[in-house]
């Protein structure tokens, strides 16, 4: 005999909001007072709202940002900081495991429990991570905030990994896509489909970029690696809610047009992957990581935009090698 799963018992948001705050709720609870909100998702903006069946949320009608506020604090997802370690011995020195900070967007942290893990999640395995990534940050968000700047400052870490600008390409089919021309279902053609404006917004964000690698190497003395990536080739599905849909509203279609639909994403993910390449290039001590390679379509998660653990795992495999290589051998 199968046994019946357990509910979490009824909760009244008050209640429930002190537990977010004293991070106290069980995986269980988590997943049961919380859902996704599909509705008011955005791209690397993933949504929550309550399972009103079980929270009593009277009056008060929070916000979807406010709820994935709540959740981040039941998850603590931004990890703490570690406090500055007393001087090691030569020993301990060399048992001790590499930090690292990570700062992004979804691609670096996920509610917990309801989305795949991610690469963040699978490095904590091997390296001593501090994360002040949070879903739904966007790229200058994060550079106009600087909230990585104090713990650079620390000197505790000597590899800064970041992911931002998924919602600027990945997300952003509406704004730099031109409709489909009747009849052509040429992948050939993709490139014809971007508009001008995109490369140009990709020369904006790649001044932010330079802003990062600048704040990292003065808060550090340039003793810091920081280490970039350009995301990967996601397909779009039929009603996708990031890619697939917002293709269909201009004449494409993923499944009868599906070669014609993957190459255009294609083509956004491989701009802004060139720009990244050229900017590591040129800057001192940054690391471009190009994922495209390693990602299958089975790798990705069902929202489109998402990897699925087992690219999560092959993400954190990509940046572990490259931590490795840039490390200094004791």
Same mark, same amino acid.
């Given at each position: ?119 963040? $999640?699978? *490095? #904590? @395995? ?9 879903? &739904? =940050?966007?790229?200058? /968000? ?25 919602? $600027?390409? *990945? #997300? @952003? ?9 009747? &009849? =052509?279902?040429?992948? /050939? ?25 600048? $704040? ?13 990536? &350009? ?100």
């Amino acid at each position: 005999m199968i046994a019946k799963k357990t509910q979490s018992p009824p909760i009244k948001l008050a209640e429930l909001r002190r537990r977010c705050r004293e991070a106290s709720l069980s995986e269980r609870e988590l997943t049961d007072y919380f859902l996704p909100d599909e509705e008011h998702s955005k791209p690397f903006a993933p949504a929550l709202k309550f399972n009103e069946d079980l929270v009593d949320v009277g009056r008060t009608r929070p916000n979807p940002e406010a709820i994935s506020r709540f959740y981040a604090e039941a998850t603590r997802a931004q990890t703490p900081l570690p406090k500055k370690p007393r001087r090691l011995t030569t020993t301990l020195r060399k048992a001790a495991r590499i930090k690292l900070l990570a700062e992004g967007d979804s691609w670096f942290n996920l509610p917990d429990y309801i989305y795949p893990k991610t690469a963040i $999640d699978f *490095l #904590g @395995s091997d390296f001593d991570v501090s994360n002040i990534a949070l879903w &739904g =940050d966007e790229l200058e /968000a994060m550079i106009t905030a600087k909230q990585y700047r104090q713990p650079l400052r620390s000197g505790l870490f000597g590899h800064f990994l970041f992911s931002g600008g998924g919602n $600027d390409v *990945l #997300g @952003s089919i509406p704004a730099y896509v031109k409709p489909r021309k009747p &009849g =052509d279902t040429d992948p /050939a053609h993709a490139a014809d489909y971007i508009k001008t404006t995109f490369p140009q917004k990709i020369s904006q964000m790649m001044g932010f970029y330079r802003t990062l690698a600048n $704040d990292a190497r003065d808060a550090t003395g340039g003793r810091v690696v920081l280490y970039v990536h &350009g995301y990967a080739n996601a397909t779009p599905t039929k009603g996708g809610h990031y890619l697939g849909g917002p293709l269909e509203a201009l004449g494409f279609d993923p499944v009868d047009h599906a070669l014609l639909c993957r190459a255009i994403v294609a083509r956004m993910v491989e701009l802004f992957n060139l720009a990244l390449q050229s900017f590591a290039q040129s800057t001192a001590h940054v690391v471009y990581n190009d994922l495209r390679s390693i990602m299958t379509q089975r790798d990705w998660y069902r929202d489109e935009i998402h990897p699925a653990e087992a690219g999560a795992k092959k993400i954190a495999k990509v940046f572990a090698d490259a931590i490795r290589a840039n490390t200094p051998i004791a």
